[in-house]
């Protein structure tokens, strides 16, 4: 096969080789995994349980990019969408295997990650936002969901820091939340208990092709890691590899989001669900600390926080819950979701034999994580993924010409 344009690395002084012509490869494993936010570990994790020999190699530490941000919520209802009928089919058959998920995942780590199927409150604070809402559950209705239309009242109740200009809510009772930290903890701690190894501070910088087949990668300090598949998990990153020939290559992009975490009363806390207006969403966690998100920032790669971000996070989540005025302001953080042209996530095989993607997942990696992880250890098998999955397989973008 004619050399790889700017891929010829892996090949000078033999498979295996490193500068200097000394080898430096761990053992052949079948699977190789790059990126390890929740979206990679889970996958090895699954991978390592079917009977497979797993290593996960990551550019800095375990959950440090787009894990490390993500507010949690696992809301497929009060987060339905027009035009995207098929991710919320996925996002659903997600939701529904999460407590299955949480328990094992919990008894396989030994510790808890904080998930809790407590509900949504979305709420309307002016007429405007009221007609909104009101035409965002008359789509939920029609979509077979379970949503409730309540008054003011009512909404108090559920939620009594409610500001009084609240005029009506949708309770999606069947949304849950996780604490996305606590979740990259327990998925290192059992996917190291089932054998998979996990290598930080490696990032990928050249392809390993033979005979048109992907078999695995040389990091940049010169590593050579053999395995029988790849899966691209790079979050936002999976869109620019270097190592990848061009045409291989997923047309995610990165969108910017940053969040406040605030520390709140764990006896009293500020809300017991998550609740959301048109402009913002605030989510409890079972320690106290509140999230407060999020921003959506097309600014290619840059995560600077800014003040102006943080301020209209602040005012709108008092604007819906005052008394969050008073609690410590404990962190601003920046981060980058994976996006797609069509807000979908790419999972399935690759344009490159060996190679395949479980990335592109936006606002929903949390969410998707369950399922995603199934689909790929089933794929890794030579067995079909769930049927959900399908509709997420990378030719539906359109030839590589044509997907960005």
């Known amino acids: 096969m004619p050399p790889t344009p700017g891929k010829q690395g892996p090949q000078q002084g033999g498979p295996g080789a490193a500068p200097g012509g000394q080898a430096r490869g761990l ?19 699954r991978a390592a349980q079917r009977g497979m020999s797993v290593c996960v190699i990551d550019r800095h530490a375990p ?9 949690g919520m696992l809301a497929p209802v009060g987060e339905a969408s027009w035009g995207e009928e098929s991710l919320l089919e996925l996002n659903l058959a997600s939701a529904s295997a999460y407590p299955r998920f949480a328990a094992e995942l919990e008894e396989a ?18 007429r405007d936002e009221e007609e909104e809402l009101r035409r965002r559950h008359r789509y939920q209705e029609g979509m077979g969901l379970e949503t409730e239309w309540i008054g003011p009242w009512r909404c108090r109740e559920l939620e009594p820091g409610l500001a009084t200009a609240c005029s009506a809510g949708v309770h999606a009772r069947e949304d849950a939340s996780v604490d996305p930290r606590a979740l990259v903890d327990a998925l290192v701690l059992a996917a190291e208990r089932a054998g998979v190894t996990v290598i930080p501070n490696a990032e990928a910088a050249a392809a390993l092709i033979e005979s048109d087949r992907l078999r695995g990668v040389r990091t940049a300090d010169g590593r050579v890691l053999r395995a029988g598949q790849v899966v691209l998990a790079c979050g936002p990153w999976s869109g620019r590899p270097d190592w990848l020939p ?15 975490y605030l520390r709140g009363n764990r006896a009293h806390p500020l809300c017991e669900r998550i609740v959301a ?6 989510a409890p966690r079972g320690d106290g600390r509140i999230v407060v998100g999020a921003t959506v920032e ?99 973008l359109g030839p590589p010409a044509s997907r960005r």
């Open 109 to 126: 780590a030994g510790s808890g990650i904080d998930y809790r199927r407590h509900g949504a409150l979305h709420v309307a604070l002016d």
């Open 63 to 71: 959950g440090s990019g787009t894990s490390r941000v993500a507010a």
């Open 246 to 260: 061009a045409g291989v290559v997923p047309p995610v992009r990165p969108v910017k989001g940053q969040v406040l």
């Open 27 to 45: 053992p052949t494993s079948d699977v190789l995994v790059v990126g390890a936010g929740v979206i990679g570990l889970a996958c090895a994790w």
């Open 298 to 396: 097309e600014q290619s790669f840059d995560t600077t926080v800014t003040a102006g971000a943080a301020h209209e996070l602040l005012r709108e989540c008092c604007r819906v819950l005052p008394e969050a005025a008073e609690l410590e302001l404990l962190e601003v953080v920046a981060g980058l979701r994976p996006a797609t042209p069509d807000n979908s996530p790419v999972i399935g095989r690759g344009a490159l034999d060996g190679l395949v993607l479980a990335t592109g997942h936006f606002r929903n990696g949390i969410l998707l994580t369950p399922i995603t992880a199934d689909a790929v250890a089933a794929l890794l098998s030579g067995d079909e993924p769930p049927g959900p999955v399908a509709p997420m397989a990378l030719e539906r």
């Open 277 to 282: 207006t048109q402009r913002v969403y605030v």
